[in-house]
Antibody, heavy 125, light 110 residues
Framework: QVQLVQSGAEVKKPGASVKVSCKASGYTFTSYAVHWVRQAPGQRLEWMGWINAGNGNTKYSQNFQGRVTITRDTSATTAYMELSSLRSEDTAVYYC??????????????????WGQGTLVTVSS | NFMLTQPHSVSESPGKTVTISCTGSSGSIASNYVQWYQQRPGSAPTTVIYEDNQRPSGVPDRFSGSIDSSSNSASLTISGLKTEDEADYYCQSYDSSTVVFGGGTKLTVL
């Protein structure tokens, strides 16, 4: 069965970086993309970016440009999200999600069919 | 930037029907598919509607989705409400190959 298992909770100080992993199993890792979505306490879902696990291409939200890096290790079937220059507003649950869609000519289709369990990142001095 | 606007909250009684709207800020909401996600407290979201009006296997047919181009909006309709439907619901679409989420709607079934 398809599973996305994320790394455990993290506590970081302002200015530090955090790297969250998302271990995929039960499907061909390189046939899907992995997206990262975060949710601050009591707030909305916020999309961060995605990686094509096949070719490694990435796209990031403008809201995180320069601070977020998404990578993958195909041999480990794992995707990673690293967020730098952390501030208190980055305290949130971070989710990875599998996406079998595609984009063409500026339009996209597809949906998040499996999600990781979420990783709480707390930024506090 | 393209934005999706949802009502903050809706409430309805068990057995009734409720509709949650999702309005696009510009362009045509029909130019990209819309998805709907249900999120219960403490859990990851799950898909209830994808590609405007498709249900993943396992989602009851009480859930339906539609697009209204005239109002540039998408809607999620839940009929025969059950207390277990109480959750946050998010619409999602795309803008220039980036993902856009609505602000979420808290559904209370009372």
């Amino acid at each position: 069965q398809v599973q996305l298992v994320q790394s455990g909770a993290e506590v970081k100080k302002p200015g530090a970086s955090v790297k969250v992993s998302c271990k995929a199993s039960g499907y061909t890792f390189t046939s899907y993309a992995v997206h990262w979505v975060r949710q601050a306490p009591g707030q909305r879902l916020e999309w961060m970016g995605w990686i094509n696990a096949g070719n490694g291409n990435t796209k990031y939200s403008q809201n995180f440009q320069g601070r977020v890096t998404i990578t993958r290790d195909t041999s480990a079937t794992t995707a990673y999200m690293e967020l730098s220059s952390l501030r208190s507003e980055d305290t949130a649950v971070y989710y990875c999600a599998r996406w079998g869609g595609y984009c063409s000519g500026g339009s996209c289709q597809g949906y998040f069919d499996y999600w990781g369990q979420g990783t709480l990142v707390t930024v506090s001095s | 930037n393209f934005m999706l606007t949802q009502p903050h909250s809706v409430s309805e009684s068990p057995g009734k029907t409720v509709t949650i709207s999702c309005t696009g800020s510009s362009g045509s909401i029909a130019s990209n598919y819309v998805q709907w996600y249900q999120q219960r407290p403490g859990s990851a979201p799950t898909t209830v509607i994808y590609e405007d009006n498709q249900r993943p296997s396992g989602v009851p047919d009480r859930f339906s989705g539609s697009i209204d181009s005239s109002s540039n909006s998408a809607s999620l309709t839940i009929s025969g409400l059950k207390t277990e439907d109480e959750a946050d619901y998010y619409c999602q679409s795309y803008d220039s190959s980036t993902v856009v989420f609505g602000g979420g709607t808290k559904l209370t079934v009372l």
